[in-house]
């Protein structure tokens, strides 16, 4: 199967090529993003195909491409299976929701070129068999996402955006490029096979656990090197920002995984400890970054560390379980790991189409200038609506079964032999419990500002329902977030080959439960329902809505909505998202963001009006990247001067550092 894989990657550099040569904007919109939307549904069946073992096909071919006595070997197993059909799901959405959003892009020529080369980066990286092919994919993923976040080049965000973008790209390939020479050797075995013949020091290991986390998280968004997340995605155009979060940080797991799960052989059980810290750490603070946000773009994408953040929460577990030989317990935490992976491409590329469908028909994305939105989209509303409810873990949605999942694992943590995650096991489970928390008054605020209350600004008058095609694309993710919450067995089963193959162990078969339960340890502990809820939760709302109707007075009574004592139907008495967030911000704050709140109350008689204003500083940037930016900056000041130097001083500099390179090859023992 992986030969028609490759072929339709092919295909989307095809149609990327196509783009620039049809000169008609509109045939060339809908000839990219038509084709994408075939070719990634191509792309999805093969994977399916392949994850549920239909196709007997071979799954590893070479080809006579990259470096010659290597080739360009590709493979399609299991892992890369499920990961290129949470790619191929992604970018079918966004091709089908690109097919009405496309038509409001100012600059389609910057977008349509680039759009299905993204798309063929992300499917080769997942079936990439060496570390050459790997790495080329990746770094052809990276730029052509950048192309994608500078198509708005002209906002000086959008350039700041850019540059970060790349510069954490190129230090995470750089990250990749060491890992994989200390992972072949000596003898240069890059093929994937290869490296998992070989054997690694214990100080080897270690290096290459590191840089893998470097590399791999940097391109996920782990904190410390999320910085360039929130700036990049918010940039790109919506339908793009949905795939950077919802697919390619997907990706960047799946590097991870493959390095770690599959390359790196037998994991220590300290290993687990440092991904474990990353993730607790992750999530609490992506979820904060998040609530002082008012930008509803900015918001997602913060969210999107928290995510990540669960999902690496998950894998440091699996690594604990599978370095103690608990191969059960490892099996449980890897398959909530994935199946997060899988939901969170869902819901999250869910809420930025629907950002999206919002700063078509305003033109904002500050939640400070929308509101009342429900009453002029309320289709975008109420999948919008399904979406927060998932990503806040709410039952019966699919958010709810991959962290409740996660909590089940780390309830099995008392079993580890190790003191040292016996004691940081349970305290990531209350980091994971405090952003669940905060996710939730999260999206209680975004939703609340976005599309409840009264409008605040001309443009949300205005505002109108969004075209067919973006809401096609909006209800099928909102109604598998639907699905895979109700129904979850059904893909915990569909991961267990993927699980077997990386922990040597799988969940008990979910699918022959009674009524449809998901048991992931044994019924005596813990069992779940997601299709009872459901049930429960239809017929209590029928009931209670026909004993309104039925049972209560006939009468109509119409009256204004409670105004907290100020009957001012201005929408300047409404909640904005800053004073939403308020209490969370005077908890938090002060120590996450060093936050400082300046009232300036002009004196009684005084006609100025009152102001307030917060001050916030990212003590990530402060810490570790501004030294290095002032560090470049005073280096490139103090070396400006080299290049206005004369021939003759080039050729004295040059001679000066031959001879001292053969000093030093000479005093070299």
Not at 331 to 350: G, R
Not at 612 to 617: E, G, I, T
Request: aromatic share 10%.
């Amino acid at each position: 199967m992986v030969l028609p894989a490759l072929a339709c990657a092919a295909v989307l550099i095809a149609t990327a090529a196509l783009a620039l040569a049809i000169q008609d904007v509109t045939r060339a919109r809908h000839v990219v993003y038509g084709m994408s939307l075939v070719t990634s549904s191509a792309l999805l069946v093969i994977a399916l195909l392949a994850l549920l073992g239909v196709s007997q096909t071979p799954s590893a071919v070479t080809l006579p491409l990259g470096i010659p006595w290597l080739g360009a070997r590709f493979r399609l197993d299991a892992l890369s299976a499920f990961f290129l059909a949470v790619v191929a799901l992604g970018a079918a959405a966004a091709s089908l929701f690109a097919v009405g959003y496309g038509r409001h892009e100012p600059s389609p020529r910057r977008v349509l070129p680039f759009y299905p080369a993204f798309l063929a980066g992300m499917s080769v990286v997942v079936l990439a068999d060496d570390a050459f092919t790997f790495l080329v994919s990746w770094e052809f993923m990276s730029l052509s996402s950048w192309a994608l976040v500078m198509a708005h080049h002209r906002v000086p965000d959008n350039v700041r955006a850019g540059y970060v973008y790349l510069i954490m790209a190129s230090f995470g390939t750089l990250a990749l490029l060491l890992m994989f020479g200390l992972l072949a050797g000596p003898d240069g075995g890059y093929a994937f096979a290869d490296i998992r013949a070989g054997q690694l020091s214990a100080g080897a290991a270690a290096a290459v656990l590191v840089l893998a986390l470097i590399g791999a998280g940097s391109k996920a968004g782990l904190v410390p090197l999320h910085v360039w997340l929130p700036l990049a995605h918010p940039a790109a155009p919506s339908h793009v920002s949905a795939l950077m979060s919802g697919v390619m940080t997907k990706v960047a797991v799946y590097g991870f995984v493959r390095i770690v799960f599959d390359l790196l052989g037998t994991p220590v059980w300290w290993w687990s400890m440092v991904v474990l810290a990353l993730g607790g750490i992750t999530a609490v603070m992506g979820v904060l970054y998040a609530l002082m946000q008012h930008d509803l773009k900015r918001l997602l994408a913060y969210h999107t560390v928290e995510n990540i953040g669960i999902i690496f929460i998950g894998l440091g577990l699996a690594l604990a379980f599978r370095a103690h030989g608990m191969a059960l317990a490892a099996a449980l935490a890897l398959t909530a790991a994935l199946l997060h992976v899988f939901n969170h491409s869902i819901f999250k590329s869910l809420l930025f189409f629907g950002a999206g469908a919002v700063l078509t028909s305003t033109g904002e994305r500050d939640m400070e200038r929308l509101g009342g939105l429900i009453h002029r989209m309320p289709q975008t509303a109420f999948v919008f609506l399904v979406g927060c409810a998932a990503i806040s873990a709410l039952p019966p949605l699919n958010g709810f079964v991959s962290e409740w999942l996660t909590f089940q694992a780390i309830l099995l943590s008392p079993q580890i032999p190790s003191w040292g995650l016996r004691l940081l096991v349970p305290a990531v489970g209350a980091l994971l419990a405090l952003s669940a928390a905060l996710a939730a008054a999260c999206f209680v605020k975004a939703f609340g500002v976005t599309f409840l209350g009264r409008t605040r600004t001309h443009a949300a008058e205005q505002a109108r329902e969004t075209d067919r095609f973006s809401l096609a694309a909006m209800f099928l993710f909102a109604a598998l977030c639907l699905v895979a919450g109700v129904l979850p067995g059904f893909f915990i089963d569909a991961l267990a080959p993927v699980v077997q193959g990386l922990v040597g162990a799988r969940m008990p078969a979910q699918s022959g439960v009674e009524w449809l339960s998901i048991v992931p340890i044994a019924e005596s502990r813990s069992s779940y329902n997601g299709l009872l809820v459901f049930l429960f939760m239809l017929l209590s709302g029928a009931l209670a809505a026909w004993a309104i109707h039925r049972l209560a007075s006939d009468k109509l009574r119409r009256a204004p909505a409670w105004d907290c004592g100020y009957p001012d139907a201005n929408p300047a008495t409404q909640y904005t998202a800053s004073s939403f967030a308020q209490p969370i911000r005077r908890v938090f704050g002060t120590v996450v963001f060093r936050a400082r709140e300046q009232v300036d109350m002009p004196s009684p008689g005084v006609l100025q009006p009152a102001r307030f204003s917060v001050d916030m500083r990212d003590l990530v940037w402060d810490a570790l990247y501004a030294p290095v930016v002032g560090g470049v900056s005073f280096a490139a000041e103090r070396l400006n001067h080299l290049q206005f130097l004369t021939i003759r001083q080039f050729l004295s500099m040059v001679f000066a550092a031959l001879v001292l390179l053969l000093l030093v090859l000479a005093i070299w023992p």
